[in-house]
C-alpha cells in the first residue's frame, strides 16, 4: 500500500505560479511512475504530468511549456512547478502512482492522494 499526500494548492492570479508537492509513504514506490492528474466538476479526471522512476517526464498538451514535473526519491517527493496560470487551470489537483508502465491515462494508477485545491483568478 502506498499512501500519498499533497501540498501546496492555493489561489493565484492568471499568470502567476504555484509549485505542488506530493509525499509518498514508502521506499518500493522509487520504482513507479508518479503522475500529477486534475479534476474539475462534472468533467473526467485530466492527466497533466508525469515522471517515471528513471526522470523522464511526459506532459499534457494541455500544460506543455508552461507546467514540470520533477521527483526526488531521496526524500519520497514528488512536484509540480506550474507557470503562466490560466483561470482554465483551475481544479483539484491529485498525485498518484503507477507501479506499471508510464502515461497519462488514469486507469493506469492504482494509488491515490486526496488532492489540492488550486485557484486561478484572472
Known amino acids: 500500500q502506498v499512501q500519498l499526500e499533497e501540498s501546496g494548492g492555493g489561489s493565484a492570479q492568471a499568470g502567476g505560479s504555484l509549485r505542488l508537492s506530493c509525499v509518498w509513504s514508502t521506499y518500493t514506490s522509487s520504482g513507479y511512475c508518479m503522475g500529477w492528474f486534475r479534476q474539475v466538476p462534472g468533467k473526467e479526471r485530466e492527466g497533466v504530468a508525469v515522471?517515471?522512476?528513471?526522470?523522464?517526464?511526459t506532459v499534457a498538451d494541455s500544460v506543455k511549456g508552461r507546467f514540470t514535473t520533477s521527483r526526488d526519491n531521496a526524500k519520497n517527493m514528488l512536484y509540480l512547478q506550474m507557470n503562466s496560470l490560466k483561470p482554465e487551470d483551475t481544479a483539484m489537483y491529485y498525485c498518484?502512482?503507477?507501479?506499471?508502465?508510464?502515461?497519462?491515462?488514469?486507469?493506469?494508477?492504482?494509488?491515490w492522494g486526496q488532492g489540492t485545491q488550486v485557484t486561478v483568478s484572472s
Open positions: 515522471v517515471d522512476h528513471d526522470d523522464t517526464t
Open positions: 498518484a502512482a503507477n507501479p506499471i508502465g508510464s502515461n497519462l491515462k488514469e486507469s493506469s494508477y492504482t494509488f
